[in-house]
């Protein structure tokens, strides 16, 4: 079989990203169709930029989806012959399944198509779970002290600047060891965090639903079960049905993740709730005689909603970098793991000889990134407009 | 003034105090220990004879008093061994055993004893700082001059063609993390595959800097900052050019030249100060992965040498560096801010 020329090569991988086109075209078609009824998201498709970053991160995200249709090769099988191999190099006669390694092999012979399609799957599973948790605790945490002040600002905020005052780096690498796996304190760290998210839904729906206690209580006992459930499944990997769990290792990369990423979502929480607690309404709501947490959560929290969308989707991007130089410093996740991070980091050594199996990967972190910061300008450009 | 610099002063230093402490802790876990006595002593060491290894090298102590050690405030452990001899802390170092000082730790200028470079904390941080210090004035060099003018330029006519140009610039910069950058220009700029101009390793760089092996690390690190920094400044400028004394002074009749260089300029670069500085920490995190990726052995390097091979005091003077930079930065913003702004005072 011979070699694919650049056309080729271009025509095959536009060819097996055929379901993320499908997928992106009816996306936007119907996005675009119904645009006024849709709100913020329906604003988006307003503004060039952001649709062109709401496209980038749609493609890896149905990438992500479909990676097991779209990937040509077993990200960790091994062919012999291949190591190395050149772009649109053919596999060895007689070799089953996809005659090509569309970009490549990597030095252990894997193919470097299919380990960056599957890369998508692994940064796209924490990244966004990730940043979600964080905000969830910079809220719960960053409301109280940006509403009712004192002490307890003092304190959240002194203990806030502590963690931020840490070089990333360094926290990573004194957290995301297999020492500190052996001592037990990922766990301990998750259960205090994965706490706050719990809370933070109770204390949702019981502000809300206070007069309704037959509703309040179906809304808190659904969220304190499944709560619980995923709970015991993700801090202790205790699932009781099985069904979730999440290996020592990953579980110190999403807590340490997230315990970077919480400070500033709460500084900027408390920020934002101090400059909305001056306004009329919640002061009309304090003179109903509402509660501090139905104002904070329902009158406070839903005005402050713009700038926490546009910061969500700009730290995703950051979570998905930070992702990236766990990977590239080889911490936490096993080697074989085919995330972008890792992968850039096992091809940097032959880097000025192969460079593909880890430019591959290098651009599509970029363009990930890249996709999320349009995505925020364009959020922020549309809802500045209102 | 006064009273706002000695309370910040406080809080540096209660900051300073529970960052150090925490990295102690987690430097010093039970786990970390037992590495370190298999990798000073033997491999093959029983349990019985890693609790005893530990016991006799005074790192069984409660863990605040061993800080107190570290920092020089608490007096040094002393052991005599089974065959007579005097050993301890501060006894290992000093030429004569009996005259050894009582305490020896950061306070008296004793950073500890590198089991990776088998050689005095002290003696080896200071060079590798220092060659991350060239790295570090370079990037400033570029970095800084580079990002105020793509802001200004971009923020001095908003919505204009330059503006589109140099946002998206500065965007794709910012979405670019060092080890991707780093890796993209050592391919097409250092290597068969582009253009060779500049040299992939700046190991070369630690004997004499010149431009074609130090220019690609000190771009990696500004790259990612330049952005940054550019989005900030333009967005300070557009504000500043909606301003009513620019309006002024435009329909005084003056040339757009000098409104940008006379009235807008000092007042737009107050909030990109503030955000230089704090870019440090951010730096700090750029300095290593370049100097991984660039094997150029500074501090970065040094840092990551000392966590992958668990070496305990050589860490723990890392993160006392960083811990320094990061607040001093802080402070510097602050303080930097009341200067650079009239309107701010601090009561």
């Given amino acids: ?386 | 003034m006064l009273k706002f610099l000695l309370r910040r002063g406080g809080t540096m230093l209660l900051t300073a105090l529970c960052l150090t402490f925490v990295v102690f802790f987690l430097t010093n876990l039970p786990p970390n220990l037992e590495k370190l006595a298999k990798s000073e002593a033997s491999v093959r060491m029983s349990d019985a004879d890693v609790a005893s290894w530990i016991e006799r090298n005074g790192y069984g102590r409660p863990i605040l008093v061993r800080y107190g050690e570290w920092l020089g405030v608490v007096p040094g452990w002393t052991n005599t061994e089974a065959d007579g001899r005097l050993r301890g802390r501060c006894v290992d170092r000093a030429p004569v055993p009996a005259e050894a000082p009582a305490y020896c730790g950061l306070l008296q200028g004793y950073w500890g004893f590198s089991t990776f470079f088998k050689a005095p904390v002290g003696d080896k941080l200071g060079y590798h700082l220092g060659l991350t210090g060239i790295l570090m004035f370079w990037v400033m060099m570029l970095m800084v001059p580079a990002s105020l003018l793509i802001g200004v330029l971009a923020g001095m006519r908003e919505g204009s063609r330059t503006d589109r140009v140099l946002s998206t610039f500065s965007i794709t910069t910012t979405a670019t993390p060092e080890y991707v950058s780093g890796v993209v220009f050592i391919v097409f700029l250092a290597s068969p595959a582009g253009f060779q101009l500049f040299k992939g390793s700046a190991a070369s760089a630690m004997d004499g800097p010149t431009f074609e092996n130090f220019f690609l690390p000190v771009l990696t690190i500004a790259l990612y900052g330049i952005g940054y920094i550019a989005r900030m400044t333009r967005a300070s400028m557009t504000e500043v050019m909606t301003a009513q004394y620019i309006r002024t002074a435009r329909l005084k009749g003056l040339s757009f030249g000098a409104i940008v260089l006379r009235h807008a300029l000092r007042n737009a670069l107050i909030a990109p100060f503030t955000v230089i500085m704090l870019q440090f920490p951010w730096l700090l995190n750029g300095v290593v992965i370049v100097e991984t990726l660039f094997n150029y052995k500074g501090f970065g390097w040094t840092l990551v040498q000392a966590a992958g091979n668990n070496d305990i005091e050589l860490l723990l003077a890392c993160s006392v560096v960083a811990v320094f930079v990061v607040l001093v930065t802080q402070l510097i913003s602050d303080v930097g801010y009341v200067f650079l702004n009239p309107r701010i005072r601090i009561a």
């Fill in chain 1, 1 to 386: 079989m011979e070699p694919l020329g650049w056309g080729g090569i271009l025509a095959g991988i536009a060819l097996r990203f055929l379901p993320v086109w499908i997928g992106l075209a009816a996306t936007f078609a119907i996005s675009i169709a119904f645009k006024r009824r849709l709100g913020l998201y329906g604003k988006i498709f307003d503004s060039t930029v952001g649709m062109i970053g709401l496209g980038m991160v749609l493609f890896w995200v149905f990438t992500a989806l479909f990676a097991g249709m779209i990937a040509t090769h077993d990200p960790l099988a091994v062919v012999s012959g291949m190591k190395n191999a050149k772009l649109g190099s053919p596999l060895p006669e007689g070799f089953a399944g996809y005659p090509h390694y569309l970009l490549g092999g990597d030095n252990l012979a894997r193919d470097v198509f299919s380990r960056m399609v599957m890369g998508a799957r692994e940064v796209l599973k924490i990244a966004p779970a990730a940043t979600l948790f964080a905000f969830m605790v910079g809220i719960t945490l960053g409301l109280p002290a940006g509403y009712f002040g004192g002490t307890l600002d003092m304190v959240l905020s002194f203990l806030a600047n502590l963690v931020l005052a840490f070089p990333v780096i360094l926290l990573f690498y004194l957290l995301v060891t297999p020492e500190i796996v052996e001592t037990g304190i990922p766990v301990i760290m998750a259960a205090v965090l994965f706490l706050l998210p719990i809370l933070f839904l109770v204390l949702l729906w019981n502000s809300r639903y206070r007069v309704a206690p037959m509703q309040r209580n179906v809304l808190v006992a659904v969220t304190l079960v499944v709560g619980f459930w995923l709970y015991a499944g993700l801090a202790f990997d205790a699932d009781p049905l099985g069904l979730i769990s999440m290996p020592a290792n990953l579980l110190i990369v999403f807590v340490s993740v997230v315990f970077v990423n919480a400070p500033t979502v709460f500084r900027i929480v408390r920020g934002l709730t101090l400059d909305i607690k001056t306004r009329d309404y919640v002061a009309a709501a304090q003179t109903r005689g509402e509660g501090p947490w139905y104002i904070m959560l329902w009158e406070i929290l839903p005005n402050a909603r713009g700038p926490l969308i546009v910061d969500f989707c700009l730290r995703i991007g950051y979570t998905t970098i930070l992702l990236g130089t766990l990977g590239f410093f080889g911490l936490g996740v096993s080697p074989e793991s085919p995330d972008w991070g890792s992968t850039i980091n096992e091809g940097r050594r032959l880097l000025s000889v192969f460079p593909h199996p880890a430019l591959v990967p290098a651009l599509a972190l970029m363009s990930l990134v890249l996709g999320l910061n349009l995505l925020a300008d364009g959020l922020r450009e549309e809802s500045l407009r209102d």
